[in-house]
């Protein structure tokens, strides 16, 4: 090697580890499925299946930190004690809809309830029918943005469609969900349109610009705070689903509605938040999901990405599938809507449809079960809004006459808006949002951990720690190889490939000093940054200098990390928002894993490695981290006093901080994202506990941990 350039680039031929991450989850994730379907498949009696239903419901709340509490003090919501897991649904729903039903007079004029909900903010006319402008408080504080629609030829008390959108920056008030909406309209439904979190009227991040210079807006607004909510044991679809929860309760409190004939549809994010419903509201007499139902596995197989709150930890990891959304719906009337051309595989969706009809049979309904598809790519379809229209009148038994003479056409979105501005968050800077939210459920969490006495908290935060990194792995030897590179720039350097576990190699370069003939037996300082041993330009004064004073140095490749790093999907950088390594943490997160934990547990067989080489000093082994990826050390001294003294430079920041920031850095986020930690831990009471120092070092803030 004549460069630290050509080190960077090095290629180790006895294996190619690129792929190892990759084939590593999707083998786990294969089994999980296969295991899913075998439950599934043993299901043959209706009460086996209506324990089925419960057992979803359940799994799925429980998943995405069950739902929040409308009636909660708003600076703090109610929740769990230390080590304890969040109720899954702790929202009052038939009290809450009970309310709306008697107050349903209350709701127009522009006034405000006296439970912060319900306000008509104008209304327009469109050819056949008239739109209310609607805001209702889903949390108090927190405004969802609404259009409802009522029809001019409507039955005195008549059926209603939630319309829920999918990811188009307008949403509700978009000129293509406006079509879709009208077709119901023309049959005679009223239509319930709400802004989902981060689109249409309610983008928190619209003064922040994303890295190619656009507003942050849908999933990228979801990701940032779906990060957060992942480390505070939740997931944001639970806000999600509060939100269209609520909006039921709205359509049951309007005299125009009847409330035993309300059905949701939605397109892809919308499909999404159609599919959590039907699991989760039972009010729901018929469904139509558009453009999301298929089948998990092909998905991952076809390299898919998807949105925060379409993540749900652990579900697959418990052989949970999208055959288990239906499943929780059964047998109430179905239709699923599909494109034939879509990203979502239609071969999944037909399998998932075709092998949910027998649950319609069992619980007396076949036939109630359908599945519409249209040759079209992602799209929500005119074809598939007739069949829906069609199907929500055969179903929700619509006796008024559609009016076929009604022209479908968009109305200017600003006389749609609710607000002002059209966004909530420049009119009002009172208005909470899912930060304020996260920021309080961080409080809470805080405030259990500090009941307990210091010493018990810490052992029962490391007997946490030690169980998820070290669950799941496939334990092997270590079996390690080392390859000389020669010098440069005065620096002997070898390169070192050892298995982490079964399937899966790390590796690091080891640094000496060239040209010493001394002693070889040298202390040892481990090296842990963004990139590995392909980001060796920017440390290489550290790692001189470091060589020099006498130490060597080992720069550290975990899973994923450097050589090691996966194959791109679809050309997109991959360490950002949906690139492969977010992929594969989602992937992880599916399986009640995190690419965080397997990463820390890669620090602890670092350590084996080191013992198993026996070429340095014998002692604890100092660490020196840069960035975010420090966590792993952290976390992974917690649990091994091997580990020495850790310096790190722009160390994470503590949990407090990283829940209330309004803008997180995209790069690497899901990969040191380590579910559920803030409820036994923040990062920055590890610092405490180890003995922690400050000061400068270049400029740059430092932390050293003894």
């Given at each position: 090697?004549?460069?630290?350039?050509?080190?960077?680039?090095?290629?180790?031929?006895?294996?190619?580890?690129?792929?190892?991450?990759?084939?590593?989850?999707?083998?786990?994730?294969?089994?999980?499925?296969?295991?899913?379907?075998?439950?599934?498949?043993?299901?043959?009696?209706?009460?086996?299946?209506?324990?089925?239903?419960?057992?979803?419901?359940?799994?799925?709340?429980?998943?995405?930190?069950?739902?929040?509490?409308?009636?909660?003090?708003?600076?703090?919501?109610?929740?769990?004690?230390?080590?304890?897991?969040?109720?899954?649904?702790?929202?009052?729903?038939?009290?809450?809809?009970?309310?709306?039903?008697?107050?349903?007079?209350?709701?127009s004029g522009g006034r405000t309830d006296s439970l912060r909900n319900g306000r008509t903010t104008g209304s327009i006319r469109g050819t056949g029918f008239q739109v209310e402008k609607v805001m209702f408080e889903s949390l108090p504080g927190y405004d969802v943005?609404?259009?409802?629609?009522?029809?001019?030829?409507?039955?005195?008390?008549?059926?209603?469609?939630?319309?829920?959108?999918?990811?188009?920056?307008?949403?509700?008030?978009?000129?293509?969900?406006?079509?879709?909406?009208?077709?119901?309209?023309?049959?005679?439904?009223?239509?319930?349109?709400?802004?989902?979190?981060?689109?249409?009227?309610?983008?928190?991040?619209?003064?922040?610009?994303?890295?190619?210079?656009?507003?942050?807006?849908?999933?990228?607004?979801?990701?940032?705070?779906?990060?957060?909510?992942?480390?505070?044991?939740?997931?944001?679809?639970?806000?999600?689903?509060?939100?269209?929860?609520?909006?039921?309760?709205?359509?049951?409190?309007?005299?125009?509605?009847?409330?035993?004939?309300?059905?949701?549809?939605?397109?892809?994010?919308?499909?999404?938040?159609?599919?959590?419903?039907?699991?989760?509201?039972?009010?729901?007499?018929?469904?139509?999901?558009?453009?999301?139902?298929?089948?998990?596995?092909?998905?991952?197989?076809?390299?898919?990405?998807?949105?925060?709150?379409?993540?749900?930890?652990?579900?697959?990891?418990?052989?949970?599938?999208?055959?288990?959304?239906?499943?929780?719906?059964?047998?109430?009337?179905?239709?699923?809507?599909?494109?034939?051309?879509?990203?979502?595989?239609?071969?999944?969706?037909?399998?998932?449809?075709?092998?949910?009809?027998?649950?319609?049979?069992?619980?007396?309904?076949?036939?109630?079960?359908?599945?519409?598809?249209?040759?079209?790519?992602?799209?929500?379809?005119?074809?598939?809004?007739?069949?829906?229209?069609?199907?929500?009148?055969?179903?929700?038994?619509?006796?008024?006459?559609?009016?076929?003479?009604?022209?479908?056409?968009?109305?200017?979105?600003?006389?749609?808006?609710?607000?002002?501005?059209?966004?909530?968050?420049?009119?009002?800077?009172?208005?909470?949002?899912?930060?304020?939210?996260?920021?309080d459920r961080y409080d809470q969490l805080a405030a259990a951990r500090s009941l307990l006495p210091t010493q018990q908290r810490q052992d029962q935060a490391r007997q946490w720690l030690l169980e998820k990194i070290c669950a799941f792995r496939k334990p092997c030897e270590l079996n390690p190889r080392i390859i000389g590179l020669g010098a440069v720039e005065g620096l002997e350097a070898d390169y070192r490939l050892w298995w982490s576990q079964e399937g899966i190699m790390n590796s690091g370069y080891v640094f000496r000093l060239a040209g010493v003939t001394a002693e070889r037996r040298k202390p040892l300082t481990v090296a842990v940054w963004r990139g590995g041993t392909r980001h060796l330009k920017d440390h290489w004064a550290w790692i001189r200098e470091t060589c020099r004073s006498g130490r060597a140095v080992l720069v550290l490749n975990t899973s994923g990390v450097g050589p090691h790093e996966p194959y791109p999907i679809y050309g997109k950088p991959a360490h950002s928002y949906f690139g492969v390594l977010h992929k594969l943490a989602d992937d992880l997160i599916w399986l009640g894993d995190s690419l965080a934990a397997l990463r820390t547990h890669d620090v602890l067989r670092c350590m084996e490695v080191i013992s198993h080489f026996d070429e340095w000093q014998a002692g604890a082994i100092p660490f020196y981290t840069v960035g975010r990826e420090g966590l792993y050390v952290q976390l992974a001294a917690e649990v091994d006093r091997r580990i020495g003294k850790i310096t790190a430079v722009h160390p994470v920041s503590s949990a407090a901080d990283l829940v209330r920031a309004r803008q997180l850095e995209e790069e690497e986020a899901m990969s040191v994202v380590f579910p559920g930690i803030f409820k036994v831990l923040d990062p920055s009471e590890l610092n405490q506990s180890r003995g922690e120092s400050r000061r400068r070092l270049e400029g740059k803030e430092v932390e050293e941990h003894e």
């Open positions: 090697m004549n460069s630290v350039q050509e080190l960077e680039q090095y290629i180790c031929t006895l294996y190619d580890t690129r792929d190892q991450l990759k084939a590593h989850v999707f083998e786990r994730s294969d089994a999980a499925f296969a295991a899913g379907d075998a439950i599934r498949d043993a299901i043959v009696t209706a009460e086996a299946a209506r324990k089925r239903q419960e057992d979803i419901r359940a799994a799925f709340l429980g998943s995405i930190g069950g739902l929040p509490n409308a009636f909660a003090n708003p600076e703090r919501e109610e929740g769990p004690v230390f080590g304890e897991e969040t109720s899954p649904d702790n929202s009052p729903l038939k009290e809450h809809s009970h309310w709306f039903a008697g107050n349903a007079g209350n709701m943005t609404s259009n409802l629609y009522l029809p001019d030829h409507r039955e005195e008390r008549s059926a209603a469609v939630l319309f829920l959108s999918g990811h188009e920056l307008g949403a509700k008030h978009d000129a293509y969900y406006q079509r879709v909406i009208q077709h119901f309209v023309r049959a005679g439904i009223i239509v319930l349109a709400i802004d989902p979190i981060g689109q249409g009227e309610r983008l928190s991040l619209h003064d922040f610009e994303d890295r190619e210079g656009g507003v942050i807006w849908g999933t990228k607004e979801h990701q940032q705070y779906g990060v957060q909510c992942h480390m505070l044991g939740d997931s944001v679809a639970r806000y999600f689903v509060h939100d269209a929860m609520r909006a039921i309760d709205y359509l049951y409190g309007r005299p125009e509605v009847d409330p035993s004939r309300i059905g949701v549809t939605g397109n892809s994010g919308g499909g999404t938040q159609t599919a959590m419903l039907m699991v989760c509201d039972e009010r729901i007499a018929a469904a139509a999901p558009a453009t999301f139902i298929m089948n998990r596995q092909l998905y991952m197989h076809a390299g898919g990405v998807q949105d925060a709150e379409q993540v749900w930890p652990g579900l697959s990891g418990l052989g949970y599938d999208h055959e288990d959304l239906l499943i929780a719906f059964a047998p109430k009337p179905l239709i699923v809507l599909a494109a034939e051309y879509d990203f979502f595989p239609i071969e999944g969706t037909r399998r998932t449809v075709d092998r949910c009809r027998r649950f319609w049979e069992l619980l007396g309904h076949p036939g109630d079960l359908q599945l519409v598809t249209d040759a079209s790519t992602h799209r929500y379809t005119d074809r598939m809004a007739a069949a829906a229209a069609e199907f929500f009148v055969r179903h929700l038994e619509v006796k008024a006459a559609p009016n076929d003479a009604m022209k479908i056409e968009a109305l200017p979105p600003e006389q749609l808006w609710c607000s002002p501005s059209g966004q909530v968050y420049r009119d009002n800077a009172d208005a909470r949002s899912i930060r304020d939210f996260n920021a």
